[in-house]
């Protein structure tokens, strides 16, 4: 059984900085895990995703501000968000499949990040 499990949301001032993590556990065949989030009334979106090696895809709206890092080892993934904006507000959802663009089959619980303005 796959499992992917998130930590690190909460709340925070704009201008400041969360870093959330992602443990997988289980048995995985993928090679690209990533972050996704959804606002309420919005549809979910792609965040930043990272494949194996250094290669990652990042959404328009958070490119310079935040950062998608693993580490192989400990089947974790990180994203370290600064200068975050009230419109980052929303529930982040770890994945992990086999696209730097699509997400795959296997999601998180989700962790809420609260952006106050």
């Known amino acids: 059984q796959v499992q992917l499990v998130e930590s690190g949301g909460g709340l925070v001032q704009a201008g400041g900085s969360l870093r959330l993590s992602c443990v997988a556990s289980?048995?995985?065949?993928?090679?690209?895990m990533g972050w996704y989030r959804q606002a309420p009334g919005k549809q979910r979106e792609l965040v930043a995703t990272i494949i194996s090696g250094a290669n990652t895809n990042y959404a328009d709206s958070v490119k310079g501000r935040f950062t998608i890092s693993r580490d192989n080892a400990k089947n974790t993934v990180y994203l370290q968000m600064n200068s975050l904006k009230p419109e980052d507000t929303a529930v982040y959802y770890c994945?992990?499949?086999?696209?730097?663009?699509?997400?795959?089959?296997?999601w998180g619980q989700g962790t809420q990040v609260t952006v106050s303005s």
């Open positions: 994945n992990a499949g086999t696209s730097l663009w699509r997400p795959g089959r296997y």
């Open positions: 289980g048995s995985i065949v993928t090679n690209a």
